[in-house]
């Protein structure tokens, strides 16, 4: 007997336009919010250039300093993501901006190593939130089946903020030295903050909290998206055959979610520890030039920038999520412990560096997407948040720890085998995650076929969220 070939139909050309429209009114947006973010966040490794000499802190003071950040970050990430479901992604998002611009600013009036971690705590606390809060936020718009290819294109700011970021940086520090009587370590932290608070009251009048309060979209559209948010949560419970408690207290003592918490901890050694040492690095390398500098930490993020593309357009193509996280792991793995091996040479370094780079941007959004796959409901919400916390806390450990091998050895490759060994445990653990669990499945599971205990959860007249 002849098996029929079944021929894989088109995506419909309605759903399409849906999500592409979506698409074009949120994502630019929060890529601008996040940008200022990640740059906030991330400038104090530029600012070392001159202000470690200026307030004379030592390397281990610097990378407890760059450090902090992320105990706050870990304290506050969860209980954050958990008032933005009770105030509203809208309102949540601004205050968050505003909080985190004013203390970045505040870096400026740093004269102690006190001040210094007490500044960066603060403003891991302020920060908290901000990234699995977007990401929750991007849940309640986007079903699993096209979450990678969404937060990759949201994450894809990552390598921008760099990109775009460490040449603005280099030519602050290059031409605002004295100014007005200012170091140019105090300008960079006030230029970089002030579109931070700027951008917050743009976010009050441009984001709507979710589906059914968007005035841009049409009621058939919105019936759409939540058709399909409902299918998306019936598939996650069929999947999960009731072993995954969806409940908050589920959340916490579920074995999968802390298993994503260490590959995420794992990941972010690697990554923060290059991420605020790699302005150092280069000049340790031989370049003097601030300006130089910052050019030259872009390239690597040029790179990262087109495989994270990449490599998360193919997982949603294949439906596949574990091999598109493992294999890019230990692609950082080698290209950071080539660096290191090649520290000698500014060329060779920098091109492993762009490869470890690569392969370690190009995990983050096909790894984002799982614990909004894995969980639903509050507890989605407090997963991210928890995933994220405590991956984040791996960003004290990384530069902590080459900070501390730097003032004992005098060398930073030691510091980076250590990093490279830690993108290297990402794949074995993220293997351990069952495949049913961590690849999507768009079925035909209706959302009136659907046991899901919510009558109103394709319901558009619903009441909307505050």
Not at 354 to 375: N, Q, W
């Amino acid at each position: 007997m002849n098996t029929p070939v079944v021929k894989k139909t088109q995506e419909p050309t309605a759903e399409s336009r849906v999500y592409s429209k979506v698409t074009r009114r949120l994502i630019p947006f929060l890529i601008l919010c996040y940008f200022f973010a990640y740059l906030d966040r991330v400038n104090v490794g530029f600012a070392k250039l001159h202000m470690q000499d200026a307030l004379n802190f030592s390397d281990t003071v610097y990378g407890l300093g760059a450090g902090i950040f992320f105990i706050g970050y870990f304290l506050f990430e969860m209980p954050s993501n958990l008032l933005m479901q009770r105030f509203g992604p809208r309102f949540w998002i601004a205050r968050i901006m505003v909080t985190w611009a004013v203390l970045s600013a505040g870096m400026m009036f740093v004269t102690t190593p006190t001040q210094f971690y007490t500044v960066r705590f603060l403003l891991g606390v302020a920060e908290a939130g901000f990234f699995p809060g977007i990401v929750f936020y991007l849940t309640l718009w986007f079903p699993s089946w096209r979450s990678a290819r969404t937060l990759g294109l949201f994450i894809l700011v990552t390598p921008l903020s760099t990109i775009i970021g460490s040449p603005l940086s280099g030519a602050i520090l290059k031409f605002f030295e004295n100014v007005d009587g200012l170091h140019n370590w105090q300008w960079l932290f006030l230029v970089e903050a002030v579109p931070s608070f700027l951008l917050a009251f743009v976010v009050l009048r441009y984001l709507d909290n979710d589906v059914k309060s968007a005035k841009w979209l049409s009621d058939g559209e919105k019936q759409l998206i939540v058709n399909d948010l409902a299918k998306d949560a019936a598939n996650r419970e069929l999947a999960n055959q009731g072993k995954v408690d969806s409940s908050l207290k589920g959340m916490l003592s579920n074995g999968y979610v802390w298993l994503l918490a260490l590959v995420f901890f794992s990941f972010n050694i690697g990554y923060y520890g290059i991420n605020f040492w790699l302005p150092s690095i280069i000049k340790s390398s031989g370049v003097s030039d601030d300006l130089h500098i910052g050019l030259l930490a872009a390239v690597p993020y040029i790179f990262g920038a087109c495989f994270m593309v990449w490599n998360s357009r193919h997982s949603d193509l294949k439906q596949e999520r574990r091999w598109h996280i493992a294999i890019p792991a230990m692609i950082g793995c080698v290209g950071l412990a080539l660096s290191a091996y090649c520290s000698g040479s500014t060329f060779w370094m920098m091109t492993w560096i762009c490869v470890a780079m690569s392969g370690t941007l190009a995990l983050i959004p096909t790894y984002i997407s799982l614990p909004g796959a894995l969980l639903s409901g509050t507890a989605a919400a407090a997963g991210i948040a928890f995933v994220n916390s405590i991956g984040n806390l791996a960003g004290f450990f990384g530069p902590t720890v080459l900070g501390w091998l730097k003032d004992t050895t005098g060398r930073t490759d030691t510091g980076l085998y250590i990093l490279a060994g830690f993108l290297l445990l990402c794949a074995p653990l993220i293997l351990a995650l069952p495949a049913r669990l961590a690849n999507p499945r768009k079925t035909l599971v209706l959302p009136e076929q659907s046991s899901t205990p919510s009558s109103t959860a394709h319901n558009i007249n619903a009441a909307p969220r505050r």
